[in-house]
């Protein structure tokens, strides 16, 4: 099983603020991890897929990358409305995998 | 517009079943691979099971056994079979469309609570 790893658990980040936070997976799956955020009493939502291309309808300021290993997810001048968990999710092999998720709170 | 619309969640005693059942629409649901992801209260996402074309199904280690799922394409409908449940199966169990051609969760439902309690 690839158990994918994600840094921190919890960040407080005031708004126009960049963020960056991470997500590290137990062994190579090339491309082929997925963000979703999810806001509280929410299902979660697509942002970002294959580690860095973007979704339709999905605000420009977010951005993703990597390869292998080691991922990132960058929140280019932070809104309040971007408050929410923000998953990983590797589609490289079975059992389908999902990070522990980041929390993001709006000073 | 894709739509999944999951039903069949409620307070059940353990070792008590109960089906799943989630309501597909705006795509040509045989064509896709579907799952069901669940997420216990306050904590991240677990992945369960996934249905694809050619009755091909996978499971969580920790559900082997004791949740079946499957689907009628006649129907556009998605279903969970969960047996012998246990505590920690009390979850939002999430109906999932995965991309067609990598697998990944392109279209989540809203979810439906399942709690296991005496």
């Known amino acids: 099983e690839i158990v994918l790893t994600q840094s921190p658990d919890f960040q407080s980040v005031t708004p126009k603020e960049k963020v960056t936070f991470t997500c590290r997976a137990s062994?190579?799956?090339?491309?082929?991890l997925h963000w979703y955020q999810q806001k509280p009493d929410q299902s979660p939502k697509l942002l970002i897929k294959f580690a860095s291309q973007s979704i339709s309808g999905v605000p420009s300021r977010f951005s993703g990358s990597g390869s292998g290993t080691d991922f990132t997810l960058t929140i280019n001048s932070l809104e309040a409305e971007d408050a929410a968990t923000y998953y990983c999710h590797q589609s490289s092999s079975l059992p389908l995998t999902f990070g522990g998720g980041t929390k993001v709170e709006i000073k | 517009e894709v739509q999944l619309v999951e039903s069949g969640g409620g307070l059940i005693q353990p070792g008590g079943s109960l089906r799943l059942s989630c309501a597909a629409s705006g795509f040509t649901f045989s064509s896709y691979a579907m799952s069901w992801v669940r997420q216990s209260p306050g904590k991240g996402l677990e992945w369960v099971s996934l249905?694809?074309?050619?009755?091909?199904?996978y499971y969580a280690d920790s559900v082997k056994g004791r949740l079946t799922i499957s689907r009628d394409n006649s129907k556009n409908t998605l279903y969970l079979q969960m047996n012998s449940l246990r505590a920690e199966d009390t979850a939002v169990y999430y109906c999932?469309?995965?991309?067609?051609?990598?697998?990944?969760?392109?279209?989540w439902g809203q979810g439906t609570l399942v709690t296991v309690s005496s």
């Open positions: 249905s694809a074309s050619g009755n091909i199904t």
């Open positions: 062994q190579s799956i090339g491309t082929s």
């Open positions: 999932a469309r995965l991309d067609i051609s990598s697998w990944y969760v392109d279209y």
